[in-house]
RNA sequence: GGCCUCAUCGUCUAGUCUGGUCUAGGACACGGGCUUUUCAAGCCUGGAACUCGGGUUCAAAUCCCGAUGAGGUCACCA
């Protein structure tokens, strides 16, 4: 598992939930790291408590790993290193750095004996790559539990164990784990294995400035659930990426992938916390929206409108709204509350109208219905398959000269019956010309 | 509470190492305006921050000390 890459990091999570934002985080600028200095990537799966490790969490991590484009190099189970782990701690235990200890047992699970390493009891200091050198008086933490039986390591001493003899060179992982530090580094030493260079990363906060934890801020804190609402892997990795890291290209915020590898660098990594901000990522995802070609938005159109009204309509009726619903959405999932909010309705059902709204402002009732047969008589002369292009030259001239408003603002509720929607030319060409006179004249007939 | 870490607009940040060009720059969000009526988008524009207190210095957002505040962590979880 040697190598003779001049790095080697690894993602370390545990399977015990779903992959979630802040480990996406630690992945990739562990991803960034190995990859700007051609090094190796280690994903291992940090599986020894049985218990809690489920196969359906590792493939979720597995998967939106892959699906981000974080692909690792090497893959590693810990459970699988059982009898690495085992030679290791035995090791120990001969030398006298590790011994069997009896206990009482408190709680249900626990053992009659455990092993617990012989602390020295010195202040450990080591180099942090982000926030300098720190120092802990490793007394107070007394002669720790490394293993519940010979074969049953913990935590700290897998991690040890394992960054060891994968030949890890940088442990970059989340501030939550400074204070493991120590204890690893203890166990290193009993071990006499090299000592890793650290970063700790700032944390990903909520918005009440702590930590992001599924408990506490829900789903949310899931990636699946920004891939569910529809955000661009692009997008999310972008947007995480600045979190807490600047690339320092004077002003500018959008980056690929290739180009975050090739700026990266653990100088300009935040030392604070940062609060992930859903209306940023929006912003981010629209930027990339944009380059996308608009018919995937169109599929995704076509899917969520399929789910309330007619599949045959909505196939003939989403290639004409795509353009339109692309200016006002931010992520896919947008559509889907467009449509809970009526935001379609009107093209598949005749729109219930308010009398009274359908006159602009303080135009008067006949005014408004003299522009409404004015409106439709130019209709009439368009011809069957007319665009909105077409319904605007027709019809500017006259709302220009008789008021935008009075005019335009009678048309696009009749043909709507909401105060918001596309321009009404739009609308028309959309509806096309027999049901857009049909609406036109219920319009008319509704405030008589 | 012990230990550890952190501290620039509401949020993400540039600037801090190598003090002066910072009357602190950008982005998101928000306010106002413009645009083909509404909504959105776009463009223009506005408000908005160096946590506080001491030092050092001709000069401090930048260096030092302290206070305060915030977070993390204290398992036979990872």
Redesign the pocket.
């Known amino acids: 598992m040697k190598n003779n890459s001049p790095v080697a990091v690894r993602f370390a999570p545990?399977p015990t939930g779903f992959f979630h934002i802040g480990s996406v985080r630690t992945a990739l600028f562990n991803f960034l790291f190995a990859r700007h200095y051609g090094g190796q990537f280690v994903l291992r799966i940090?599986d020894?408590?049985v218990a809690?490790s489920k196969k359906e969490y590792e493939d979720n991590i597995l998967e939106n790993m892959r699906w981000l484009g974080l692909e690792w190099d090497v893959f590693a189970r810990q459970s699988e290193r059982a009898d690495i782990h085992a030679t290791e701690l035995q090791k120990l235990l001969a030398s006298g750095a590790a011994y069997v200890s009896k206990?009482?047992?408190?709680k249900e699970?626990?053992?009659g004996e455990?092993i617990r390493l012989r602390n020295p009891g010195t202040i450990v200091t080591f180099h942090d790559e982000i926030?300098?050198d720190?120092?802990?008086d490793t007394t107070?933490l007394g002669d720790f539990?490394i293993a519940?039986s010979p074969t049953e390591p913990?935590?700290h001493f897998s991690v040890v164990v394992d960054d060891f003899l994968m030949g890890i060179t940088h442990v970059i992982r989340g501030?939550?784990h400074?204070?493991?530090t120590p204890r690893q580094i203890l166990i290193q030493e009993a071990l006499g294995a090299p000592r890793p260079i650290y970063a700790h990363l700032p944390?990903i906060?909520a918005a009440?400035?702590?930590?992001l934890s599924k408990r506490k801020h829900g789903e949310r804190v899931a990636l699946s659930y920004y891939k569910q609402a529809g955000f661009l892997r692009a997008a999310l990795i972008n947007y995480i990426a600045?979190?807490?890291w600047?690339p320092?290209q004077n002003?500018r915020?959008i980056f690929s992938l290739d180009e975050l590898i090739h700026l990266f660098d653990i100088a300009?990594i935040?030392?604070?916390?940062?609060?992930f901000?859903e209306?940023?990522l929006r912003?981010f995802n629209r930027e990339y929206m944009r380059t996308q070609p608009p018919e995937l938005l169109l599929q995704d159109i076509v899917k969520v409108l399929s789910k309330r009204y007619f599949a045959g309509a909505v196939e003939t009726l989403a290639p004409k709204i795509v353009s339109s619903i692309r200016?006002?959405v931010s992520v896919t999932s947008d559509v889907e509350t467009m449509m809970d909010a009526g935001e379609f309705s009107y093209f598949f059902e005749t729109p219930v109208l308010d009398a009274k709204k359908i006159i602009w402002k303080d135009t008067s009732t006949e005014t408004t219905r003299a522009h409404l047969e004015k409106i439709i008589s130019f209709v009439t002369t368009l011809t069957s398959d007319f665009d909105a292009e077409k319904a605007?030259m027709v019809l500017w001239p006259y709302a220009e000269h008789q008021g935008?408003?009075a005019v335009?603002?009678p048309m696009?509720y009749a043909l709507s019956g909401r105060?918001?929607?596309?321009?009404?030319f739009t609308l028309a060409a959309i509806l096309g010309k027999e049901e857009t006179i049909k609406r036109l004249k219920a319009a008319l007939v509704a405030i008589s």
Do not use: C, M, Y
């Not at 206990?103 to 408190?106: F, G, L, P």
């Not at 009440?208 to 930590?211: E, F, I, N, T």
């Not at 105060?419 to 009404?424: A, T």
């Open positions: 545990s940090e020894t408590d809690r206990e009482k047992v408190e699970g626990d053992r455990v926030r300098g720190i120092s802990v107070d539990i519940r913990l935590f501030e939550d400074i204070s493991n944390l906060l009440d400035r702590s930590k600045l979190l807490g600047n320092n002003e915020e300009h935040q030392k604070a916390g940062a609060i901000n209306e940023k912003w200016e006002r605007k935008r408003g335009l603002w696009r105060e918001k929607s596309p321009d009404p």
